[in-house]
């Protein structure tokens, strides 16, 4: 079993940036499927991004954040970072990391394990 910590939010202007990170301990993240998720008020929960086991180089993104988040793995420190550049107040939300065992994709409830969560505010 693995355990995620999401940190690195905060309150923001419209077009900074943010680097969120998801420390995991309990087990090595490469060996998951992880994924990024966020969920502002009201709403569902949606995807935004996921990488692919043991690599950076297949990595999906939700429409929305397509060319500006990016997502990315450090094994040797157990960490999976979301970079989000140019923010927008529509990117408001709480942001949840997600591991899976197998090919989760996009679909939440396919996640088998999940932080806490860490709330991202962008001001216009």
């Known amino acids: 079993q693995v355990q995620l910590v999401e940190s690195g939010g905060g309150l923001v202007q419209a077009g900074d940036s943010l680097r969120l990170s998801c420390a995991a301990s309990?087990?090595?993240?490469?060996?998951?499927?992880m994924g990024w998720f966020r969920q502002a008020p009201g709403k569902e929960r949606e995807f935004v991004a996921s990488i692919w086991r043991w690599s950076d180089r297949i990595a999906n993104y939700a429409d929305s954040v397509k060319g500006r988040f990016t997502i990315s793995r450090d094994n040797a420190k157990n960490t999976v970072y979301l970079q989000m550049n140019s923010l927008k107040p529509e990117d408001t939300a709480v942001y949840y990391c997600?591991?899976?065992?197998?090919?989760?994709?996009?679909?939440?409830?396919?996640?088998?394990?999940w932080g806490q969560g860490t709330q991202v505010t962008v001001s216009s």
């Open positions: 309990g087990r090595t993240v490469g060996n998951y499927f």
């Open positions: 997600a591991a899976s065992l197998s090919d989760a994709g996009s679909r939440a409830e396919s996640y088998n394990y």
